[in-house]
């Protein structure tokens, strides 16, 4: 079965702290994933995609195919991280989210 | 940037009536359009997979008579929730992709409410 399964609901840091969300999957094939984000009140927007192996805004995330895993990293949070994050998983053309983790960074 | 608009942002309704979603892809042409469900602090469900010109896919337990997906054009599809019910109550989200592209730009939303 396919499935992204995000296990935090809430993640809460001081501000300058790591940060690392995590999000497995479930995937016979080979897995393309991404993270998006979603700001107070803004629209859902992509923040990485695997296959790019970018840094965005400081954020991270490798894929571990044998752990199944692909865990959003940030050495350094900052309060402007605050946000829903979202795993996907694409999967036949469609996206396949996780649960989401609402990262809040305190001051 | 690639810009997807939903009309109307939000919409209550009284149970039993019809309501009209409009997704639109506004500096770009969008072969595949795709409606999602989203439930408080929860993921976002994908509810149909709608390509230019041709009918809907559905996702699995999704009622296709009660969501009507219409794609007539490259920029814009529609969703209708017919004779709508308070459980249909929930934010809807579209998104929009091109044929050469892997990302999905998302709209930003519509609020229904059905009383």
């Known amino acids: 079965a396919q499935r992204v399964t995000q296990p935090e609901k809430l993640l809460s840091v001081f501000k300058g702290a790591p940060v690392e969300l995590k999000c497995n999957y479930s995937y016979s094939g080979s897995p393309e994933l991404f993270w998006y984000v979603q700001y107070s009140r803004q629209r859902l927007q992509l923040l990485l995609r695997h296959i790019s192996r970018e840094s965005i805004k400081g954020f991270t995330a490798d894929l571990n195919k044998g752990e199944t895993s692909f865990h959003l990293k940030k050495p350094f949070a900052q309060e402007e991280d605050s946000a829903m994050y979202y795993c996907a998983l694409s999967a036949g053309g469609k996206l396949i989210f996780g649960q989401g983790t609402t990262l809040q960074v305190k001051p | 940037g690639a810009v997807v608009s939903q009309h109307p942002s939000r919409v209550i309704c009284k149970s039993g009536t019809s309501v009209k979603i409009e997704c639109r892809s506004l500096d770009f042409q969008a072969t595949t359009m795709f409606w999602y469900r989203q439930f408080p602090k929860k993921s976002l469900m994908l509810m149909a997979t709608s390509n230019e010109g041709s009918k809907a896919t559905y996702e699995q337990g999704v009622e296709k008579d009660k969501f009507l997906i219409n794609h007539a054009s490259l920029t814009l599809s529609t969703l209708t929730v017919t004779s709508a019910h308070p459980e249909d109550s929930s934010f809807y989200i579209c998104?929009?992709?091109?044929?050469?592209?892997?990302?999905?730009?998302f709209g930003p939303g519509t609020r229904l409410t059905v009383t």
């Open positions: 998104s929009a992709q091109t044929r050469s592209a892997y990302e999905q730009y």
